[in-house]
């Protein structure tokens, strides 16, 4: 296994944690997702689906190198959508009908799997805090992580 295969899966297992922790925000702790949260939740699930492929261990330097930078594009939007949720969603009354919320109803991921993607609080309500942070900025955080750890695994992979 190559280092760029555990910068890959780290980040995979990162995102996979990130995802756990926000369905036992809500399911345990109440704290009911937005449609930002549910946004970002999906982007999560897809890095972490890209770095576990690219991460097998089995592909090719090149199969390496584009899960990598596919994870790290990823990663990007999910900067901006963090991004967006903190500095303009969270003060709206009403998410409804931003890209998120069209998004998410869409693809009918809230209808198919509600528990996982099913959007319950405006993103003023969604606007809650873990040891005196927003939870917007906390996701934004993990994907500047996310990202890094791409970068650094496109890097690994471009040498080998």
Not at 8 to 27: I, Y
Not at 101 to 121: C, K, N, Q
Not at 123 to 151: N, P, Q, S
Request: proline share 1%.
């Amino acid at each position: 296994m190559t280092r760029s295969d555990r910068l890959l899966r780290l980040t995979g297992l990162l995102c996979l944690a990130a995802v756990g922790f926000a369905l036992f925000s809500q399911h345990v702790l109440g704290m009911k997702p937005c449609a930002w949260c549910v946004l970002q939740r999906l982007i999560l699930l897809a890095i972490a689906a890209v770095c576990g492929l690219a991460g097998m261990g089995w592909g090719s330097t090149l199969a390496r190198r584009a899960g990598a930078a596919i994870a790290a594009v990823l990663a990007g939007c999910g900067i901006v959508a963090a991004w967006y949720q903190y500095s303009v969603a969270a003060q709206m009354f009403s998410c409804a009908q931003t890209f998120a919320d069209r998004f998410i109803s869409s693809s009918g991921l809230d209808a198919a799997l509600p528990w996982l993607f099913g959007i319950y609080a405006s993103c003023m309500d969604a606007r809650v805090t873990l040891l005196g942070v927003e939870y917007a900025l906390w996701g934004l955080m993990l994907f500047i992580a996310c990202a890094v750890l791409a970068l650094a695994a496109l890097r690994r992979a471009a040498r080998n």
